[in-house]
Every structure is written in structure tokens, then in C-alpha cells.
């Protein structure tokens, strides 16, 4: 069974910074990404960030250079720098893989990791 397991979130004030963690564990032979997702209640789940086993990133426009990912693929690992907080990035941050599992991709998530930034 794939699970994934995220640490690192807490309080922080504006400006501040946090790094996420998240560790998949299971049937990882075949992982086509990894990437971080967030979400306030009553809104839909947005893109943070993703990589490729390649080191590719791909990163939201709110990002704006002030997040960073990166990915261990020996220890299936992937973590998310966060530089210059600000409020509007109060969300819990959920890690996602995606994963060959033929016929189909298949997309695995954390439990989520609350991130509060306070003004």
C-alpha cells in the first residue's frame, strides 16, 4: 500500500519561513511525480508545486519565487522550502504522488499538514 506522510507545518509570522517533508512509502518503483497541493476549507485543493524524477519543477504563479522544491528519489522523499510567508498561504498542505500502476496513473495523497501564517 502507498502512503505518504508529510511533517513540518506549524506558525509562522509573515515573512517567515517553513520546510515541509514528505516521505512515500510502499509500491514506488514507477513514480512519475511528486508535488505539493493546498487547501482552505470551502475552496477547491490548488497546485503548489510539482517535480519530475528528473529534477523538473513546475511551480504555481502565487509561488512567485519564494518556494522551493526538491526530491530525494533514493529515499523517495520530497520536500517544500517556503521563503516570505505570507497569510494568504494559511492553508493545510497535502503531498501527492503520482504513480505508474499499469494500465492507469494513479495519484496518492498525505493526510495534510496544517500551515498557519499570522500577519
Known amino acids: 500500500q502507498v502512503q505518504l506522510v508529510e511533517s513540518g507545518g506549524g506558525s509562522v509570522q509573515a515573512g517567515g519561513s517553513l520546510r515541509l517533508s514528505c516521505v512515500v512509502s510502499?509500491?514506488?518503483?514507477?513514480?512519475?511525480?511528486m508535488g505539493w497541493f493546498r487547501q482552505v476549507p470551502g475552496k477547491q485543493r490548488e497546485l503548489v508545486g510539482t517535480i519530475t524524477s528528473g529534477g523538473i519543477t513546475n511551480y504555481a504563479d502565487f509561488v512567485n519565487r519564494r518556494f522551493t522544491i526538491s526530491r530525494d528519489n533514493a529515499k523517495n522523499t520530497v520536500d517544500l522550502q517556503m521563503n516570505s510567508l505570507k497569510p494568504e498561504d494559511t492553508a493545510v498542505y497535502y503531498c501527492r504522488t503520482k504513480i505508474w500502476s499499469p494500465p492507469l496513473e494513479r495519484d496518492y495523497w498525505g493526510q495534510g499538514t496544517q500551515v498557519t501564517v499570522s500577519s
Open positions: 510502499g509500491s514506488t518503483s514507477s513514480i512519475l511525480s
